[in-house]
């Protein structure tokens, strides 16, 4: 469907992939032109829906609580720009380089972000459910409380990444790399993280309930009152990782590693599903500081 313009002054009345013409035009100037524009022009608020700046070199460009519903931003380069609380629902801005970019409180739902540089940006508070961020360059990125539920981040690099008291339910991060990556307090309930490298990040209550966390990487992790109830944690690797008072009731751990893992008590393991090739410690302390050796529990097919 080709895009729809209205001119500046009209009323913005509903219809598909609407875009103000004169505003587009301005912006296509450059980001100098624009940002002076909506300086002497703080009561406008942009109207760029359906707009197609594929390609467009907009560094820096002000886009604050601008109208983007729709548009084609793929491949531009957006280095610094603002789009606090943007409406970017369904955006394609597939390969753009959004580096150092803000958009907090910005709405991202359905967007189209695969393959995107959004290195250090800032997504406070954005929401940004069931977004495509396949591939994408996410190191550094400020998730802080952000609504990521069931997005897609297939072999995304968040290093680094600040994810904490996000809601991240039934997001799909598998094969990321979340390696140093801060998810205190984030909801990832139903999530997939099978083959992640979370390697020195810090899980502290998080809840990880009903995940999948097969073959992941969670070696010197913080996993202080993370909670694994039902989850499968087959071949993942928690050597050396804290897992004081983490809840690791009906998990599954065949091939599971917890050699040298810190604070596994035998209460934590409470109708876990262990086989010999379960990797455990030789002994475990309860909360009695009693010493246990950890009983095998035959494998359910």
């Known amino acids: 469907m080709s895009t729809i313009?209205?001119?500046?002054?009209?009323?913005?009345?509903?219809?598909?992939?609407?875009?103000?013409?004169?505003?587009?035009?301005?912006?296509?100037?450059?980001?100098?032109?624009?940002?002076?524009?909506?300086?002497?022009?703080?009561?406008?608020?942009?109207?760029?829906?359906?707009?197609?700046?594929?390609?467009?070199?907009l560094c820096g460009i002000n886009l604050q609580e601008a109208n983007l519903i729709g548009a084609d931003l793929s491949g531009a380069n957006l280095r610094q720009a603002n789009f606090e609380r943007a409406e970017l629902r369904d955006v394609n801005m597939t390969h753009a380089d959004c580096l150092g970019a803000y958009l907090g409180e910005a709405s991202l739902i359905g967007a189209h972000l695969s393959n995107i540089n959004l290195q250090e940006a800032n997504l406070w508070l954005a929401k940004m459910g069931g977004a495509t961020l396949v591939d994408a360059n996410l190191i550094g990125v400020n998730f802080r409380s952000a609504t990521l539920a069931?997005?897609?981040?297939?072999?995304?690099?968040?290093?680094?990444?600040?994810?904490?008291?996000?809601?991240?339910?039934?997001?799909?991060?598998?094969?990321?790399?979340?390696?140093?990556?801060?998810?205190?307090?984030?909801?990832?309930?139903?999530?997939?993280?099978?083959?992640?490298?979370?390697?020195?990040?810090?899980?502290?209550?998080?809840?990880?309930?009903?995940?999948?966390?097969?073959?992941?990487?969670?070696?010197?992790?913080?996993?202080?009152?993370?909670?694994?109830?039902?989850?499968?944690?087959?071949?993942?690797?928690?050597?050396?990782?804290?897992?004081?008072?983490?809840?690791?009731?009906?998990?599954?751990?065949?091939h599971a590693k917890l050699t040298n893992g810190k604070g596994v008590s035998k209460e934590q393991l409470r109708g876990a599903i262990l086989d010999e090739t379960t990797q455990l410690p030789e002994h475990t302390t309860s909360t009695a500081d009693e010493v246990y050796a950890i009983p095998l529990i035959e494998s359910v097919p």
Request: hydrophobic share 40%; net charge neutral.
């Open 5 to 57: 313009f209205r001119k500046e002054g009209q009323p913005n009345v509903s219809a598909p992939q609407m875009a103000n013409i004169e505003q587009l035009e301005r912006l296509k100037q450059g980001a100098l032109i624009w940002n002076q524009w909506r300086v002497k022009n703080p009561e406008i608020l942009p109207d760029l829906q359906g707009a197609c700046l594929k390609g467009a070199s």
């Open 150 to 254: 069931k997005t897609t981040m297939n072999g995304a690099n968040l290093f680094g990444a600040d994810l904490s008291f996000a809601l991240a339910g039934e997001a799909d991060l598998g094969s990321t790399n979340l390696a140093t990556a801060n998810l205190r307090g984030t909801d990832l309930v139903g999530a997939n993280l099978d083959g992640a490298n979370c390697r020195f990040a810090n899980f502290h209550k998080a809840n990880l309930t009903r995940c999948s966390v097969r073959g992941a990487d969670l070696a010197l992790a913080n996993l202080v009152e993370t909670k694994f109830f039902q989850s499968n944690l087959e071949g993942a690797d928690f050597s050396q990782a804290d897992l004081q008072r983490a809840i690791l009731v009906d998990t599954r751990l065949s």
